[in-house]
Structures are given as C-alpha cells and as structure tokens.
C-alpha cells in the first residue's frame, strides 16, 4: 500500500544508521544446530493472467469509523499449468490467534507514548518452557504471520487497513527461527493492484519492521524470497537466477518502478510455498538476503502506530525483496544464537 511521503524518523533514523550501519550488502550465515535436508531445487513457476474470482468477501470489518479501512477479500484463480491459486495468499488469520494491539484504531487502542502500555500484561506464547522471555513490536504493510520454531505465536489482526501495529511476546530457548509470512493485499485481485485516489490500477508496494528484546531486528541480515509477483506485463519480467526470482529492471520502489498499463490482462508469476519453511531446521541458505528500505520509500508519514512509539522500533530497518513494489508474497526468516 503506498502512501504519502516523508517521516519525522527520518533524522533521527540517519543518526543511528551512521551509528550502527545500514549493512545493505550483509548476509545470513548461521549454522543450524539440526541436522537440515538437502536443498530442493529451484521451484517450478506457475503463470496466471486477469483477475481472480473472490471466494471470501471480507476477512476484517472494523467497526469504528476510519479514513483508510480497506476490504481484504480472498480470490481464487488458475494457472496455466491447471493449478488453482488462493490470492493474494493462502493465511491463517481465520484461525490463528491475533496478536496483542501496540496501535490499532479499530479496538481503540491509540496510545499516546510508549510507557502508556502495559506491556506486562501481554500473554506469553510458550515455544520452550526453560527459555527466556522475548518482547518485540511489529508494524508489516500490510498483513503477517509471525512463526518461531515453526509455532505460530500469533498473526496480524487486520489483513488490509487500517495500519496497525502489534506487540510480540513468547518464551523460547535460543537457538531458535523467527518466520515471517508477509502478504501485500490487494483489492484486484490476481494482478497485485489496488484502489487509490488518483488510479483504479495502482501496483502497491509492501514493507514490514520488527525489534525484539533479544536484539534482533529486521535487517539485511534475514533471508527473504517472493513467490507472488505482479502485476506483470508479461511472465519474462521475472528472471530466474538460481533461487532469485529477480525483478530489478523493473524498479525496487514508487514512483520509479515501471508499471504496466494492462490492467486487467496483467500476469502473475507464482512459487509453491515449502510445506516446513516456518520450521528451524529449514534450508533457507539459497534464498536471497532481505533488503532494507527507507521511511521515505515506504512512505510513513501517516502511519502512526510507528511513528508515534520511535523507541520501539529504533535499530530496526524497514525491510523486503527486491522490489517492495512487484513482490506481494514473501517469506522471510531468521536464526537466533
């Protein structure tokens, strides 16, 4: 979803890059504490065109008046291969638990300043019970599902809009994995477009920050790979290098990447998602670094539930694949020592 520009962050956040360092070219090299399965071979894509037929109207309704509340509806559509599709991504928030509100306007939860929330009284999610305790802050553009060890310790209570923010606790024994499911929703759905003011066909882009009390912050340090890009306006803008599905000629972000005009008969390119990609022992050393981005290409300047709370989300880098515009899929993942 891209939104208007500039961040009151932005200084501030220079003042600690140039203190701690962007790492833009970093890369995770941790060693698995159990023994992992080879590495499969690079996924088979799978090609759609045109839009999908929604299958669910409305995941979310919010029942508090807001500027910014989107329809976040499910579709379905086939692929060329024969394969049916769930778009923008098959989740789990109809089951899974939602995550406790930092921000989020439709529960009414807008507190003024950090120290107003009593962080205290958030449950913990119980990965291991010798562990030590973990809190962390998460705001995703637009909708997460955060696993460690393969436990699903909660999702993001709003898929679409409003933006929100979420507060993260669990106990676990390092070593252990973070796994991100990251989707930007979309309103066209099967082309990866949406709805703004100024266009029916605006291609949106994504981005999700997280830091939690062991140190970890998202970064360039996490692995990240797509496996749902569009819109497209033909199959070949994705190349296939190895395990990268690159789409750098395209552009990374607003307003300089090259949309198409085909609207409706836009293309997508699909990956199957692992079946055990949220579990520790999952080889993720042939996916491509996460890439970091900037307040400014996100666009933040009306996202409250993370400017308003700077000291929670300080060291943390706003991250995604290569292109925050064209990917809408990602997995991202992390090992902690």
Same mark, same amino acid.
């Given at each position: 979803m891209r939104i208007s520009r500039r961040s009151r962050l932005t200084d501030l956040r220079n003042i600690v890059?140039?203190?701690?360092? !962007?790492?833009?070219?970093?890369?995770?090299?941790?060693?698995?504490?159990? #023994?992992?399965? #080879?590495?499969? #071979?690079?996924?088979?894509?799978?090609?759609?065109?045109?839009?999908? $037929?929604? =299958?669910?109207?409305?995941?979310?309704?919010?029942?508090v008046k807001v500027s910014n509340h989107r329809i976040s509806a499910v579709g379905?559509?086939?692929?060329?291969?024969?394969t049916?599709?769930?778009?923008?991504?098959?989740?789990?928030?109809?089951?899974?638990? $939602?995550l406790p509100d930092l921000f989020n306007e439709c529960n009414k939860v807008t507190p003024q300043k950090l120290a107003d929330v009593k962080i205290e009284d958030v449950p913990i999610v119980e990965v291991?019970?010798?562990?030590?305790? =973990?809190?962390?802050?998460?705001?995703?553009?637009?909708?997460?599902?955060?696993?460690?060890?393969?436990?699903?310790?909660?999702?993001?209570?709003?898929?679409?809009?409003p933006f929100n923010s979420?507060?993260?606790?669990?106990?676990? $024994?390092k070593p252990y994995t973070y796994a991100?499911?990251? =989707?930007? +929703?979309?309103?066209?759905?099967g082309v990866g477009m949406e709805?703004?003011? +100024?266009?029916? +066909?605006?291609?949106?882009?994504?981005?999700?920050?997280?830091?939690?009390s062991d140190g970890t912050v998202t970064d360039s340090s996490w692995k990240a790979q797509s496996f749902y890009i569009a819109p497209l306006a033909h199959?070949?803008?994705? !190349?296939?290098?190895?395990?990268?599905?690159?789409?750098?000629?395209?552009?990374?972000?607003? #307003?300089?990447?090259?949309?198409?005009?085909?609207?409706e008969y836009c293309f997508a390119v699909h990956y199957p998602i692992p079946a055990n990609w949220t579990a520790a022992n999952f080889d993720d050393s042939n996916w491509p670094r996460a890439y970091e981005y900037t307040d400014d290409d996100v666009g933040v300047r009306s996202l409250t539930g993370y400017w308003r709370y700077p000291e929670a989300f300080l060291k943390a880098r706003w991250i995604w694949t290569i292109s925050l515009v064209f990917d809408n899929v990602v997995l991202a993942r992390k090992t902690v020592h």
């Open positions: 890059l140039a203190t701690f360092g !962007v790492g833009l070219l970093a890369t995770s090299a941790h060693a698995q504490e159990m #023994p992992v399965p #080879p590495a499969d #071979p690079p996924a088979k894509r799978m090609v759609t065109q045109g839009l999908a $037929k929604t =299958v669910i109207d409305n995941l979310f309704k919010c029942e379905t559509i086939t692929a060329k291969d024969g049916v599709l769930t778009v923008p991504a098959e989740t789990v928030y109809q089951t899974g638990q $939602k291991d019970k010798d562990g030590e305790v =973990v809190t962390g802050f998460v705001m995703a553009d637009n909708y997460y599902e955060l696993y460690v060890n393969g436990k699903l310790i909660g999702v993001d209570p709003i898929p679409f809009t979420q507060i993260v606790r669990f106990r676990a $024994k991100l499911k990251l =989707v930007d +929703w979309e309103e066209k759905l709805k703004m003011p +100024w266009s029916d +066909w605006h291609s949106g882009d994504g981005g999700i920050i997280a830091a939690f199959p070949d803008d994705v !190349v296939e290098k190895g395990y990268i599905h690159d789409t750098s000629k395209l552009g990374r972000v607003h #307003p300089i990447a090259k949309l198409p005009t085909c609207k």
